[in-house]
């Protein structure tokens, strides 16, 4: 797809120091703390500078972490000196990189990232991705979550490094952790998102597995079925 068809991000205000930026249908999220900003995924990327953008809306000096490293999620990360990511995700990121200049910074789980006054957990959350990481400030009781849940828009589980069973696993794990969080900040679809999305999600991935779900034909062309359980569902191949 050449990049002129991507819509500028636009920078919509959460609270005094939070903001999703939504770049068609992918969203990132920009936290603001005493000491940096956190910038939580890159978007589909374009001729635009993201971080430009940013600079209107903090002097603070911005860390960027990729939640996974699929391409709507990693767009403007030449835009930035570093990005950080599990180790399972740099495959997917490198080449980007290294045209852009970036340097990859590993994280793991159970590491913190502290932004003055702010916490985030670092969660590895495989399924989507192999490295697929959350994000979860447990005093603010905010998860964010990239694309293991989300509503009005199907998550991707087919092709290539998709783990159906890792998946559920790491639902299963997040459903246990869900009186944590009041709060799901997702990177796609309807924002924000109530902990009980996790068990719709959960209900929705075994009701596919059984084929009680009907496979429905794509809105756009993928080698896959799309599979919906009411507003959450799935792309899979059976
Ligand atoms: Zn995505």
């Given at each position: 797809?050449?990049?002129?068809?991507?819509?500028?991000?636009?920078?919509?205000?959460?609270?005094?120091?939070?903001?999703?930026?939504?770049?068609?249908?992918?969203?990132?999220?920009?936290?603001?703390?005493?000491?940096?900003?956190?910038?939580?995924?890159?978007a589909f990327g374009g001729e635009d500078n993201l971080k430009d953008l940013i600079a209107t809306l903090t002097d603070k000096p911005v860390q960027l972490v990729l939640t996974h490293g699929d391409p709507d999620h990693i767009g403007y990360m030449g835009n930035f000196d570093k990005a950080y990511l599990l180790e399972?995700?740099?495959?997917?990121?490198?080449?980007?990189?290294?045209?852009?200049?970036?340097?990859?910074?590993?994280?793991?789980?159970?590491?913190?990232?502290?932004?003055?006054?702010?916490?985030?957990?670092?969660?590895?959350?495989?399924?989507?991705?192999?490295?697929?990481?959350?994000?979860?400030?447990?005093?603010?009781?905010?998860?964010?979550?990239?694309?293991?849940?989300?509503?009005?828009?199907?998550?991707?589980?087919?092709?290539?490094?998709?783990?159906?069973?890792?998946?559920?696993?790491?639902?299963?794990?997040?459903?246990?952790?869900?009186?944590?969080?009041?709060?799901?900040?997702?990177?796609?679809?309807?924002?924000?998102?109530?902990?009980?999305?996790?068990?719709?999600?959960?209900?929705?991935?075994?009701?596919?597995?059984?084929?009680?779900?009907?496979?429905?034909?794509?809105?756009?062309?993928?080698?896959?079925?799309?599979?919906?359980?009411?507003?959450?569902?799935?792309?899979?191949?059976?």
């Open positions: 797809m050449p990049e002129m068809m991507f819509p500028s991000p636009e920078a919509i205000k959460i609270n005094e120091n939070e903001y999703r930026i939504e770049q068609g249908f992918v969203r990132c999220y920009l936290f603001i703390g005493e000491e940096k900003a956190l910038l939580v995924d890159a399972e995700e740099i495959p997917a990121c490198q080449e980007m990189a290294a045209k852009a200049g970036t340097e990859l910074c590993v994280l793991k789980e159970g590491d913190h990232i502290n932004i003055g006054g702010r916490f985030f957990e670092v969660l590895h959350v495989p399924g989507h991705t192999p490295g697929s990481l959350a994000l979860f400030d447990r005093l603010n009781r905010i998860i964010v979550t990239g694309d293991l849940v989300s509503k009005m828009m199907p998550v991707f589980l087919f092709g290539e490094g998709r783990d159906y069973d890792a998946y559920l696993r790491t639902l299963q794990k997040l459903s246990m952790m869900k009186v944590s969080f009041d709060q799901i900040y997702p990177s796609h679809g309807e924002f924000p998102l109530t902990p009980d999305y996790i068990d719709k999600q959960i209900a929705a991935a075994e009701k596919m597995r059984a084929g009680e779900l009907p496979a429905l034909d794509p809105p756009m062309p993928l080698p896959a079925k799309m599979y919906m359980d009411g507003d959450v569902g799935f792309y899979f191949c059976m």
